[in-house]
């Protein structure tokens, strides 16, 4: 390996991802959540698990009031309604506002024209991070819908980083496309986190767990783009403990929670997968 | 056992499941649920356990193109809505419009007029498919309700049965009213499916993610009545299996989906226990 | 310990609170709940699991209807809407004019003026028990918001006891105040529930599952102040014997559900701790 390569690890190393795990069970940020009505049940108790504290409220007379006070904010398009986008719109310029992180999740983006034009929106107020699946930040990058469903995968071709860091050109924020190995760049550098297992994707909810816990660890002071890397290594090392002994899916997804509580800071030095 | 009983019998043999869960695996169909808020996260993974594609989409602006678009729809009434009764009608005239089997599931039907009269409109557009539990059956079969709650249960009498063939005769479709033994008709037949574990009734959904998986199996193209007792054999014997040990109803509910994703289309043939 | 301690000890003793749950599980009252959609699952789950039979209702056209013909109701402001609060308060209106009782839970309640001003709409109805945890009752009793999100917890303070007492007071209505130990009042007696399990402020909605426990022991016809302590006692009992072998957050989770359904009123008479 050579030197270069070895300074930008170092960028976003193990330790790196340690420290943000640390920062974010010492400060216990409060994310503000406006998510899909599937996954609210697993987003608060993956933000629990992890040691964050979830708060979800989507009534257009609170959201902005909550969100202007909390930690992070996360915003999840997975069961969109017209209301909905118009207290996201009012929440994430809240965050904005206050200066604290925001994440956008994309869901199923290319589902149709009207989630397209709610995404455009949404990302025109400026978010610190984008996290999506490879499908849903091609059809960002592309303007083109890319895949069929909220549980595409891409894997890690060309075509999907060059649109992440073209996203992350146009948008001047942090961009992250899950996969089998997930990119996280900010229109500069490119980072892959290697963590993760394959069961990830036979529960719902996962992908966004993800983008909250990307919430919290900005949530607790990590900068976006070694943040997006470090909350993406824990939880795919979470994924990786959990899937030992092959459970099927629903003991999975309790093991899952399990070893989001259970992962030390040190555990993550010793297990985070993180290149350059 | 006589020839004719056999005869009819094989028509939807354990043979019959094997191949429509061969199917549902091989094809991967894209589920469209419109469901209640209560069990939306464990119908998506009883999907995706099984090994179809769930997408749940209810905003107006988008359901009729989703479901146009999926291979199959469920429609369920559980947290019903004025708006989301609006949503229902277009995505399942949208289903129907492309020719794309779906799936109502009448929860709770007789505990309002205001549910009777929804699902007096949404059964007018012609669903391949109604499940329900025998209460809401014989609710829908004679417009008065019939059971309290949604957890009842009625048994396998004659006149839930009479009840299901006289309304697949008028609605021109296929219905399955589940309890202890599930009857399937399509107004001409009449199909017993004797899988199933009494731990299914004390989670919430249970019934729920049947219908959904119903759709899933009509979605691979089975057909409606062979596919219904299918996806409840299939379904009932994931149950057996997870019960085995008598968990308690928590860790039952995590087996569910373990086994959803084990049942093996080999496993459906050897246990299936449909009858004619 | 003096005579007096010991006869109102006696008033809501371990046998009580056995009693309360015997009469749960013989009733097997049908509980409506209009609670908060991160939670709705999870509630489902543990009044079907301690032996009621769950409503989920929210549309204006039938809340009403199905709260008046319950045998309780559970109000949860949890993620409020302003749609929602109409239905809160017709549905409340319809149990009281019915006879039912009905438990009011304001979750989150410090967190803005909208979910402040939907409580003191509710709470003029006239609920049978207020549950929240302490922060949540000193909101309510002081007018200020306390504590910063809703898994606060302030322990047993005294002032936290004055709250409860003032609140219970005012209202003319029994008061919970969850926390390490719950208090729970009528304005005149307190009561002290010494069980549970610190897992239990570490997955989502066990302090929701804990209101609807109590809506689903007053539905079975215990009085409010000696059935919110059965009540309470009854789940705490549940977490500690979940918490048997210090699980992870997520297999705590299906214990716990585990545990609801299987603690027997024998368990709960020896195990239940309430004092005066």
């Not at 108790?45 to 992890?50: F, G, H, K, T, V």
Request: hydrophobic letters at 50%; a negative charge.
């Amino acid at each position: 390996m050579g030197e270069e390569t070895h300074v930008s690890t170092t960028a976003v190393s193990p330790e790196t991802a340690s420290e943000a795990l640390a920062a974010l069970r010492w400060k216990r940020p409060l994310v503000h959540c406006l998510t899909n009505d599937v996954v609210a049940n697993v987003t608060a108790n993956a933000l629990l698990a992890a040691g964050a504290s979830p708060v979800m409220a989507h009534a257009p007379e609170e959201a902005a009031v909550i969100a202007a006070r909390a930690g992070a904010l996360l915003v999840n398009i997975g069961t969109l309604t017209r209301d909905r986008v118009e207290v996201m719109v009012a929440a994430a310029e809240a965050a904005r506002a206050a200066g604290a992180p925001w994440v956008f999740d994309p869901v199923g983006v290319g589902a149709s024209p009207f989630r397209q034009e709610a995404a455009a929106r949404i990302l025109a107020i400026g978010p610190t991070l984008v996290k999506g699946n490879a499908a849903e930040i091609v059809t960002l990058a592309t303007g083109r819908p890319a895949g069929r469903g909220v549980d595409s995968e891409e894997g890690e071709s060309r075509a999907v980083q060059d649109a992440a860091v073209a996203l992350a050109r146009r948008l001047r924020c942090a961009v992250a496309a899950t996969g089998r190995v997930d990119l996280v760049t900010d229109g500069v550098g490119v980072l892959q986190v290697h963590n993760g297992h394959a069961l990830m994707g036979r529960i719902t909810g996962s992908g966004c767990a993800a983008g909250a816990l990307c919430a919290a660890v900005l949530g607790a002071g990590a900068p976006a783009l070694a943040g997006a890397a470090s909350a993406l290594a824990y939880f795919g090392l979470a994924g990786e403990r959990a899937a030992a002994g092959e459970p099927g899916p629903g003991m999975f997804q309790a093991r899952l929670l399990d070893e989001l509580a259970a992962v030390t800071p040190e555990d993550l030095a010793a297990g985070a997968r993180i290149t350059a």
